[in-house]
């Protein structure tokens, strides 16, 4: 069952007590642990749920179209982004982690961190329904949409847009290594755009790399 201060960790997090205490310590719990039961289930619900809850949220406070609305979307529910909200609200004291992931720093990984954020989410929607998850979603991500998330041009579509301006290729990305065990892996990756150059960067994700190496690249050469 759940520890006592977790127990008040998520009450606060929901706004009332757990229900089926079971299933949120299924979605506090990672695979390195052995348990029968890990967050990836609830994991794969909350991603869905969160991201009807931040479109429908989207859709009633801005104007822009869809491209505009996608790209605030994708980058409120990022892995980062939950991240960033799970390490706010101090949930990395609360995943149930084994040894080895605990002592390679999978508290903080970010990898770890949105994932269990999206399983909370999971577990709130089984247990309470989508209005008290909305609820809930809604106070954590408040900051957030309020906030520049996804308002700038994506990375990525700034440095196409920018080699199709200066009559150049497309840029090509390029895994250059892949390190880490699997609760807290490393992507390094290479983009490059003929003729003008490369640039590297290294994230938790694929996505996120490829993203800072075209932020990386825009720096140097855009």
Not at 87 to 108: N, S, Y
Not at 111 to 138: K, Q, Y
Not at 186 to 215: C, D, K, M, P
């Amino acid at each position: 069952m759940l520890e006592p201060e977790t127990h008040e960790f998520l009450t606060a997090l929901a706004g009332r007590p757990p229900v089926d205490e079971p299933l949120w310590l299924e979605a506090l719990t990672h695979g390195s642990t052995g348990a029968a039961r890990d967050y990836q289930r609830l994991e794969f619900l909350g991603d869905r749920v969160l991201g009807m809850v931040i479109g429908e949220w989207l859709y009633k406070l801005e104007q822009g179209n869809e491209g505009r609305l996608s790209q605030r979307l994708n980058a409120l529910v990022s892995g980062s982004t939950c991240a960033a909200v799970a390490r706010r609200i101090g949930l990395g004291g609360h995943i149930r982690l084994g040894k080895q992931a605990r002592d390679d720093g999978g508290q903080d990984s970010d990898n770890i961190l949105g994932d269990v954020m999206e399983a909370l989410i999971g577990a709130s929607f089984v247990t309470h329904g989508f209005e008290a998850t909305r609820d809930m979603v809604r106070r954590l991500w408040q900051d957030v949409i309020k906030g520049k998330t996804g308002q700038a041009k994506h990375p990525k579509s700034a440095l196409q847009e920018w080699a199709a301006g200066n009559r150049r290729k497309m840029p090509e990305y390029r895994l250059v290594e892949r390190s880490g065990p699997d609760h807290a892996a490393r992507f390094t990756v290479a983009v490059n755009i003929n003729g003008v150059g490369t640039a590297e960067a290294t994230g938790s994700s694929l996505r996120e790399a490829e993203t800072l190496a075209a932020e990386e690249f825009m720096k140097r050469f855009g």
